[in-house]
Structures are given as structure tokens and as C-alpha cells.
DNA sequence: CGGGATCCGGCTTGATACTG
DNA sequence: CAGTATCAAGCCGGATCCCG
């Protein structure tokens, strides 16, 4: 079978009605790919791969995400064991975060897109600057 | 500077007030890669990878996307230059849509990030039920 | 067939406030 | 400091209708 490496009409063919909701379930990778490159994810492992650090620093790096959404994102990535959470019940408590070694994978081949995009800007906004000038800006 | 792949103090430290806004604009490679790994534009572009195909085959490619969102996933890539599409005025109209050499890059190395999470879902799926178990299944 | 425009519901996000 | 709870807003995505 041609099935890519992200299950498309795999589960289509094998449920039938899934609403993209089976499908998310029944490729997990999916899943974490999201958590990894969504908004906070991408910026929060970028940020992690610098060292570990604590709640709001990290919220300081990563600047521009709320405690809830940093708090979600950083959950999700411990749930996936992207990231580790070391909580100390001293007072005052101090929680760090840091990525695991499974993380720094991740993060090395997240780079990896993220520096060959960043590298192909140049084409992109070529392409992009064409694109927007055959259809008159829009 | 440790700014790291993506600009995320970067542009706090030089803009200042951005609400998210500023710096999503300021990181134009950011915008491409949330084109590239989303919902619909990994799928895309992976159905894309076994070939080029027309619109409502891609849309049977992909199935659960709608027309709508095909459309824009294709647009948004299509203006990064990520993919060609080729429209032949003939009647019924075709138009077939192909990964551009720069997109096949790009559906490369993003297949690396999602094949290595893939082949690491049993540690994640560990690290889920350890987290979950932990936190009694919330 | 290939798509654009519109409407609309829901999940995601973001402020704010509160707890330990 | 390190979060959680609540609430409202906004964007995302889907369904539908329509045009070329």
C-alpha cells in the first residue's frame, strides 16, 4: 500500500464515518507531531533545548504565551515524554523543566525542518511574492 | 546570541509590545511551518509525495478535508512555493496539483520528524500511561 | 470538475482571578 | 513561584450554495 507515513485513508477505509476524530486517535504520532510543532510547542522545545529552566522563565523565553497555555503545552510534552518536569516541594516551590533525551531527539530533527524552511525563505518569498502579484494582492 | 531556530525573544527584545502578531510576521518561517506540519497540510503533503493529483482525487487522498479546507491548505502552500499547480484551461476544467522540487525537500525532512516520532510511540505511549496513572487518568 | 463566498457552531486561546 | 478555574472572544474548520 501507498499509505504515507501519516495515516490518511488507512482509517478511512478501515472505519468509515470518522469525523477526524477517529483518525487523531488512531495515529497517535499525529498527535505529538502537533504538540511538537503547534504555536507553544515548537517555541517551547526551542526554548527547552537551551537548557532547563523554570516555570516563568521559561515563560519569559518563550514570550507571549499565557500560564495557561504554557502549562497545557509543557503537559502535553511531559505526557509525551518530550519534556521532564522535576517539581522540589520546597517553599517557595520550585519546578524545573528540561527535555528529555527523547526530547532533544525531537528537537534535532524539529531544528533540522525549521533551519531547512528558515534557509529556503528566500525561495518562499520569492514564491510568495509571485503568487500575491498574479492575483492582484490577494 | 542563543536566539535559537525559531525567533521567540529575538523580536520581544527588539519590538517590544508584540502581541504575537508582530513576531509571527517578523518569523515568516514560523507561518510556513504551521503550513507545513497542520492538520491538513501534512496530510496534503504527504498524499502529495505519492504523486501529483488532481483537486478531488487529493481530496479523496485525504479524505475527511473538506473543500474549503483543501483549498486554503493548497493555496498556503502553493504560495510558499511548496507546491505547483498546474491549471489547463480545458473544459472540464483540470488542474493538477504536484510537490515543487523545494516541497519535496520539505515533505523529506518532515517525514523524518514524523517517521522518528513514530518509531518512538512506544516510548511515548509509556510515557503516557506513567503520566496518566500519575495523575489518575486526568 | 474546480473552486470561491457565506454562514455558523465549536474548540482553542487569552485575561483575569484565585489557590497552595 | 507555580500553577488551576472560570469566562468571553475569536479563529478554525465544516456545510452549503453558487459560479465558471
Known sequence: METPAICTEAEQAAGSDL???AFARACPSRETLE???GRWGSLTVGALREGPC???ELRRRVEGVSEKML???LHAL???GIVNREAQPTN???VDYELTPLGVEVANRLLALIHFLEGS???VLTARASYDETRGGR
Do not use: A, C, L
Open 71 to 73: 502549562s497545557q503545552t
Open 19 to 21: 469525523p477526524f476524530d
Open 54 to 56: 523554570r516555570f516563568n
Open 78 to 80: 511531559e505526557r509525551d
Open 92 to 94: 517557595p516551590p520550585r
Open 121 to 123: 525563505m528566500p525561495q
Open 35 to 37: 504538540h511538537v510543532t
